[in-house]
């Protein structure tokens, strides 16, 4: 993992004093024909959205090697009182010991990968309490933009340990999961209210990756759910060359809130810079 070291380059305004967290560890994610590499890094990352599904609401994929392994494992049990005869050889009895040792490590292969993570999923229990479910996104930006909006921040909430996500791009919205926001606004009155808790804090104008692991105070800025322990802001930089100067424009950010201590792993944080890499150079504007 990249050692974590103190920031800012840039002055946040925040209700408390912190201390901020980043990472410096450099990483290829847009594909170039100079670098063969770095290609195969970014198919990897593209790839790594494409997870197994039943498309069962409700159901939890990722433990279905528990199920696996209860279902298995019962079978056998019903099997060694039920259809086996007095007579029971030792090969049958090492045999039916290998499987009942098999059903038991698919049952708990889920925690093994919990385990290997760093970090448990996020579950009903440690969901904030008196934050609101909202799904916001502002309206004049195209048909095209808002399904790719839409798509990734479902993406981000699903396959991370996130429970608010923010992405702003071009200055244009799409706000989901939990936030603390104030009573009774509408949709549209929420969108104002977050750009101008961004304009507050100052977030427009990050560069650089921004990730704190381990936050203490939940109240850091006011638009974060009680209880948030993780929170990394992502950039999403366009690069431009002028005069033989290369320069990186900011066209907006990810923000990312979790209810866990160190939430987001060095590939997870490659994967949501390579999702909001998506966006550079893309018009947000409606036709």
Known sequence: MSSLSIHPPIQLKTHHQFRA???????AIHASSD?????????QLNLSVLRFTFGIPGLDESYLPRWIGYGFGSLLILNHFLGSN???TQAQLRTEVLGLSLAAFSAALPYFGRFLKGATPVDQGTLPQDAEQIFAMSQNIS?????????ATYILLRNTNTIAVLISIQGELCVRG???????????EV??????????????????????PQTTESEIWEMLPEGTRSLLVEPVLQATVQSGNKTENNEGFILLA???GY???DKDRAWIRATGNKFRGKSTCSE
């Open 258 to 260: 979790s209810s866990i």
């Open 263 to 265: 939430a987001y792993s």
């Open 35 to 43: 670098n063969p590499q770095s290609q195969r890094q970014q198919q």
């Open 178 to 188: 939990y936030w603390k926001t104030p009573d009774k606004m509408s949709k549209d």
């Open 21 to 27: 967290k980043k990472t410096r560890k450099s990483i």
């Open 86 to 88: 007095p007579d029971t």
């Open 143 to 151: 048909d095209a933009q808002k399904e790719d909006l839409a798509w």
């Open 191 to 212: 969108l104002d209210w977050f750009k101008e808790q961004i304009e507050n804090i100052g977030l427009s104008d990050v560069k650089d990756t921004l990730y704190f």
